[in-house]
C-alpha cells in the first residue's frame, strides 16, 4: 500500500507556508487550538461565503486573520457590518483573556478554476444534489483546462458513487501534475459530501503554473531586427 504525503507539506518552506505564521515557545500548544478553534469557527458560519483559506498571524499585541473568498460580501455584510459582528465574536469566544487587537483581511479569489478548495467543495455540493459524478469530473476538468494559468488537473471520488452497495475510488486527470517535482505548484484539496448512502470523499490536484512561467508570460515579446 503506497505511502502518501500532502503535496503541500512536502512543498513547505520552497513554494507554500503555513496557515498559521507566528512563533510562541511557552504558549504553543493553546495558541495552536485556539486557532484551530477560530479556524474552525468561521468556516462553519460561512458556509455559503465559498471560503478557500483561513490564516493566523499574531505579534505580540495583535492577531490578524486573512480570509480568502470569491464571495467577500457575505462576510463583509452591509457597511462592514458583519466584520464587525465576527470581530466581536471572536473577542468573546476565543480570545477574552488576551488583550489582542483582531485585524480582519478579505482577499478575493476572482477564478474559483485556480483554487483547488473552492473547486473540491463546489463539487462535494454537486454531488449532494445527487449530479452523476462522472458528469461533474468531466464539466469540472474541461472548465478549469480553459484557464491558462492550470497546467494540469486531477480529480477523485471515492466512496459510495451513485448509491452503490460496495465502495469503490473513481479519478479522472488531465495535463500534467509533477507531484514530485518541488518547484511545481501545486494546490491539493479535500471535502467531504454528505449523502443518504453515506459520506462520499473528494480529492483535487490541481498545477499552477509556477512564478517563472508568470513572469515569462509578462514579459513583451521582442520583435526581431532584420
Known amino acids: 500500500m503506497g505511502q502518501k ?3 503541500r507539506g512536502l512543498r513547505i518552506g520552497i513554494n507554500k507556508t503555513w496557515n498559521s505564521r507566528w512563533y510562541n515557545k511557552k504558549n504553543y500548544k493553546a495558541n495552536l487550538q485556539k486557532d484551530t478553534l477560530i479556524r474552525e469557527h468561521v468556516l462553519t458560519n ?3 461565503a465559498a471560503i478557500s483559506s483561513v490564516d493566523i498571524e499574531r505579534s505580540v499585541a495583535k492577531l490578524r486573520m486573512i480570509i480568502r473568498t470569491n464571495r467577500p460580501g457575505v462576510i463583509i455584510g452591509r457597511g462592514g457590518k458583519g466584520l464587525e459582528e465576527l470581530r466581536q465574536t471572536l473577542e ?3 480570545l477574552f483573556k488576551e488583550k489582542l487587537q ?3 483581511d478579505i482577499v478575493e479569489v476572482r477564478s474559483i478554476e485556480e483554487d483547488a478548495q473552492l473547486l473540491a467543495n463546489d463539487a462535494a455540493f454537486q454531488i449532494e444534489k445527487r449530479i452523476a459524478f462522472r458528469r461533474i469530473m ?3 476538468i474541461d472548465k478549469v483546462m480553459q484557464n ?3 497546467n494540469g488537473i486531477k480529480v477523485q471520488f471515492s466512496g459510495r458513487l451513485g448509491g452503490a452497495e460496495m465502495s469503490r475510488v473513481e479519478w479522472l486527470s488531465k495535463g500534467n501534475i509533477p507531484l514530485h517535482t518541488l518547484r511545481a505548484n501545486i494546490d491539493y484539496a479535500t471535502a467531504t459530501a454528505r449523502t443518504t448512502y453515506g459520506a462520499i470523499g473528494v480529492k483535487i490536484w490541481l498545477n499552477k503554473i509556477d512564478q517563472l512561467e508568470q513572469d515569462k508570460q509578462r514579459r513583451p515579446r521582442r520583435s526581431r531586427r532584420r
Do not use: G, S, T
Open 46 to 48: 460561512f458556509k455559503h
Open 102 to 104: 483582531i485585524q480582519i
Open 148 to 150: 491558462r494559468n492550470v
Open 138 to 140: 468531466k464539466m469540472m
Open 5 to 7: 504525503v500532502d503535496p
Open 92 to 94: 468573546r469566544k476565543f
